[in-house]
């Protein structure tokens, strides 16, 4: 969800004035939980998140691509470990923000990024921001695009929703980084 249709980075700068820089948190244990701690100060930090450039459209074109075919988007995060509210506010989010997804059926929250592989299955298209998720998912068999625009996951989606053989489309988004 964050980095594909939620601007977490965005976010988080706009509060603190900072990056969130993958390179400078990575590995560094108290750098990441000081980030942490100013995003747990912003209670409804993930409820509030704002959209991501050109991902309503992305919406729209999945919905109207997908409208009376076998395909099927879907929504998985990977809760954050940090923010016991995240998951909560995920689906708050989503339901507010794209409501023409069934909660029940096609959102899948996890609580770690690791978990998500476990849904790949040939054919079905995970679109994330996150390097390791797409190369953990198509290694368990499924399609992977991995998220650098709205307009370029269009452009992939467009190619691979021509393939008969897809029947499940997954947007999926990680908090957990
Ligand atoms: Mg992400």
Redesign the pocket.
């Known amino acids: 969800?964050?980095?594909?249709l939620a601007d977490?980075d965005g976010e988080f700068t706009r509060i603190t004035g900072r990056k969130w820089d993958h390179n400078e948190w990575s590995g560094l244990r108290s750098p990441k939980e000081e980030k942490w701690e100013i995003i747990s100060k912003h209670p409804y930090f993930f409820r509030d998140l704002p959209w991501m450039r050109g991902a309503r459209s992305m919406v729209h074109f999945v919905a109207k691509t997908t409208d009376h075919t076998s395909y099927v988007p879907g929504i998985m995060?990977?809760a954050s470990n940090h923010i016991k509210a995240s998951a909560d506010q995920k689906r708050i989010w989503l339901n507010r923000e794209v409501p023409i997804l069934d909660d029940s059926k096609h959102v899948h929250i996890v609580a770690h990024r690791e978990e998500k592989a476990a849904f790949a299955r040939p054919g079905v298209i995970l679109v994330?921001?996150?390097k390791l998720?797409i190369e953990d998912w198509i290694a368990a068999g499924g399609i992977g695009i991995l998220?650098e625009s709205a307009v370029q996951v269009i452009d992939e989606l467009q190619t691979h929703l021509n393939a008969p053989e897809q029947q499940y489309l997954t947007a999926?988004?990680?908090?957990a980084?």
Do not use: L, P, Q
């Not at 969800?1 to 594909?4: K, L």
């Not at 999926?172 to 908090?175: C, G, K, P, S, T």
């Open positions: 969800m964050d980095g594909v977490f995060s990977a994330d921001d996150h998720n998220f999926r988004f990680e908090a980084i």
